[in-house]
Structures are given as structure tokens and as C-alpha cells.
């Protein structure tokens, strides 16, 4: 490549190849939350549409809450990633509806949740278990269902805090939403 | 109807998140637990990324040239239209869960018909907003409970608490001429309906722990909606505002 290549025209943009796309999906598969770094932004469920349009690569990522502060993190990891595996200006869109749910949590990641010591999200985020119905959370440590609820709130909005009485550990458990 | 016409819902929705949200962050070093501190802050962190939602909407229509920053951080007291009941210092813990208590009531009402907004948009901060205000009103409702319930120094403590809030309240029952027009036109929450739900659920929790509901609240002086403030949104916008007012360069 001779200098200056880059710089001219439209920065990057290309025909896209045949196996691109499943390309940018393994490197959105390394791409982790920051505040949970084992789950990666795909099995987390946060993008939901990745596509071409003009010559780069279109990508549609919804926030978990409306506060969350990882939101602008969480996009430019994703395009520095993507620039760095040869996908260069990404066009992220971040879009509101449908709302994120935990139901789109991989089986994965919820794996992955719970061997990191993060209680994955228990049943599927239907009205009742927004709406009262205590949710049966087993510790992550040791499987136990004998938990009790410390807080609704833990270290970050997405977390309640929770604690463990065989093991005595506390925890924090991903809530359904 | 015209798209500007939903300026003033959008402001109304916005400001009383984030007044509501920058009233929490005080309790940012001390709150009585390390669990309630992340509560307070969750809560309001919650508040904070709605009230940006319903900004740079706002922000859009308003299309001058200010972005939901600007209407966040440049705007007088008058300007502002969020509920009187958010500006209202916190007080003690009893006064700070009641008054969580009310705009969450009042919220998860308002949210609840939102998500069938006739306008997309709304709708979908809505759909966003309604799950984490769920979990709100969960948390404020057993905290007027704990506390109306509890010790004979708590329970005095609410029962201080919500007289000293209720006058506000009757802007939670009412709403302007806009928006009746708004909640017609299938944009807006009916006002009326969102004051009736609001009672039924201050209603059942006070009497789940026999605190007594006081007459309804008549029509004050001051409207939020019309920028009529109390005195305390002035001295909280002046420590919202201070930065970025003094230091118009600063970014992150």
C-alpha cells in the first residue's frame, strides 16, 4: 500500500466479500462488555442487525438501559475492533426499539455469566417476574438455591446484589429485564 | 397536530427525569448503606439516560441548533418544565423515598400508556423507560412501607414526610391544556387516567401499613408545566450547570 492510499476517496469503502459478514460476527464475538468482560456484545445480544451499505459495514446496536454508561464504550470497542480486522469507518446505528431484553442473552453467555461468578438472568423477563414474583436465583459458587436478596440494586443497573446461605458469597445476580 | 406541539410533553418528561435523577446523585457519599448508595445512584443513573432520550428528541424537533446537552445545561429555570414534586430537596431518608415514592407512581403510569403512543418514537423510549421504572417503584413502594411500618421513629418520620410533599401532588392528577389535546390524538398519556392509577397505588400502599391518605391536593400557585417554579430548581440548576456554564470548552 503506497502512502496516502487511505486518505484518498471515501475512506476504506469497498465491494463487500462473500464471507465478510461471518467475519465481522467473530470479531463482534471478542469484542467483550466492559463492566462484564467474559460476555461479549454478541452473546450478550446487544447488536442486533449487521449488514453492508455503501461500501462499509452497517452495523444496528441496542443499549442495555437507558443510562447505561458502557453504551459509548461498548461502540467504539466495537469499532475499533472491526477497523482493526480490515472493516474500516463501521456505521453504527444505535437504536431503542425493540426494547433489549435479557431473553436475548446466548445460553453462552449466560454460561459464562455464571463461571465468572454473575448469577444469570432467571426465567424470561415476562411481566410477572418484572412485577413482584421473587425471581429463584442459585449461587453461582455453589449452586445452592438458598439465597436472599441484599439489594435490588448492585454495582452496576444491570446487577442486584445477593448472598449466598449455604456458602455464605456474596454475589451479584443479572437481572431480568 | 404538529410535531412542535409535543416539545412541551417531551420537556415535561425529560426535566422531571433529570431533576429527579440529579436530586439522587446528591445522596452521591451519603447515603445511610452501601446498598442504598448504589440504589440511589442506579435509580438515578436510570433517570439521567431517559431524560437524555426525551432531550435529544425535544432537541430535534426544537431543530435550533441546541442538542440535549444544551437543553440539559444552558437552560434558565424558567425554561424548564419537569414537576414541581422532583425540584423539592431531599430532606431526610423518609422525605427522599416519598417523594421517589410519588414520581414513581406517577412515572410508571405515564409509561404504561406511552408504550402504545401513536408516535413510534415515544413509544419506543417508552418501552425502554417502563422496564427499569418497574423496578423503581418496586423499591420506592416497600420503602414507604419499611418505613410507615417500621420503628416508632420511622414511621413518625414518614408520616412527616408526606404532608410536607402533598401539595405538590396535584400536579401528578393534572395535566395542561397540551397535553389533554396530546392524549386525544393517541401521543400522550391521558392525564386524568394517569391521576386515577397514581391514587389507587399511593392508596394501596398506604393502607398496606395503615399510613392515612390525606385529602387530595388542590390547585397550588406555581405549575412545573408552565415554568412557575419553587425556589429550590434555581439553586440545583445552579450546581447542575456550574461546569459546564463556566467552562463552555470542557469535554470528557
Known amino acids: 500500500m503506497q502512502p496516502g492510499e487511505l486518505i484518498a476517496g471515501d475512506r476504506g469503502a469497498r465491494a463487500p466479500q462473500s464471507d465478510d459478514l461471518a467475519r465481522a460476527w467473530a470479531v463482534l464475538g471478542e469484542v467483550m462488555d466492559p463492566e462484564v468482560p467474559v460476555v461479549s456484545v454478541v452473546d450478550l445480544g446487544i447488536v442486533r442487525d449487521l449488514g453492508w451499505r455503501a461500501g462499509h459495514l452497517h452495523l444496528v446496536v441496542t443499549p442495555t438501559y437507558s443510562g447505561c454508561p458502557a453504551t459509548e464504550v461498548i461502540e467504539g470497542d466495537i469499532r475499533q475492533a472491526l477497523e482493526q480486522a480490515g472493516f474500516p469507518a463501521p456505521d453504527l446505528e444505535r437504536r431503542l426499539t425493540p426494547a433489549w431484553s435479557t431473553d436475548w442473552i446466548s445460553a453462552l453467555g449466560r454460561e459464562r455469566l455464571r463461571a465468572y461468578g454473575i448469577a444469570p438472568p432467571s426465567g424470561s423477563a415476562s411481566k410477572r417476574s418484572l412485577l413482584g414474583e421473587a425471581p429463584q436465583v442459585c449461587c453461582p459458587q455453589c449452586g445452592s438455591h438458598h439465597t436472599d436478596l441484599l439489594s435490588q440494586f448492585g454495582s452496576t443497573a444491570c446487577k442486584a446484589l445477593y448472598r449466598c446461605r449455604e456458602c455464605l458469597e456474596p454475589f451479584d445476580y443479572f437481572k431480568c429485564i | ?252
Request: aromatic residues 8%; contains cysteine; proline residues 4%.
Open chain 2, 1 to 252: 397536530m404538529h410535531k412542535h406541539d409535543l416539545i412541551p410533553y417531551l420537556l415535561l418528561l425529560g426535566d422531571s427525569a433529570l431533576i429527579q435523577g440529579q436530586r439522587l446523585c446528591e445522596w452521591c457519599g451519603h447515603a445511610p448503606a452501601l446498598e442504598e448508595e448504589l440504589a440511589l445512584m442506579n435509580v438515578g443513573l436510570d433517570l439521567v439516560g431517559q431524560a437524555r432520550n426525551w432531550l435529544e428528541y425535544a432537541a430535534e424537533l426544537l431543530d435550533d441548533g441546541r442538542d440535549a446537552d444544551a437543553l440539559a445545561f444552558r437552560r434558565d429555570e424558567r425554561a424548564y418544565r419537569n414537576l414541581l414534586l422532583v425540584e423539592q430537596p431531599n430532606g431526610d431518608f423518609a422525605v427522599t423515598m416519598a417523594k421517589q415514592f410519588f414520581y414513581d407512581a406517577w412515572h410508571h403510569a405515564v409509561l404504561q400508556r406511552l408504550v402504545d403512543s401513536s408516535d413510534a418514537r415515544i413509544a419506543g423510549i417508552a418501552a425502554k423507560a417502563l422496564k427499569e421504572v418497574t423496578y423503581h417503584l418496586r423499591r420506592s413502594a416497600e420503602w414507604v412501607q419499611r418505613l410507615g411500618g417500621g420503628t416508632d421513629e420511622s414511621r413518625r418520620r414518614m408520616l412527616e414526610a408526606i404532608p410536607a410533599l402533598w401539595r405538590f401532588t396535584v400536579e401528578l392528577a393534572a395535566g395542561s391544556d397540551n397535553e389533554v389535546q396530546l392524549a386525544e390524538a393517541g401521543v400522550a398519556a391521558d392525564p386524568v387516567q394517569v391521576g386515577a392509577d397514581w391514587l389507587k397505588q399511593v392508596s394501596t400502599i398506604f393502607a398496606s401499613v395503615e399510613l392515612p391518605l390525606p385529602k387530595a391536593a388542590s390547585h397550588f400557585y406555581l405549575s412545573g408545566r408552565q415554568g412557575l417554579h419553587t425556589e429550590h430548581l434555581g439553586l440545583l440548576l445552579a450546581e447542575m450547570q456550574f461546569l459546564p456554564r463556566a467552562y463552555p470548552d470542557a469535554t470528557w
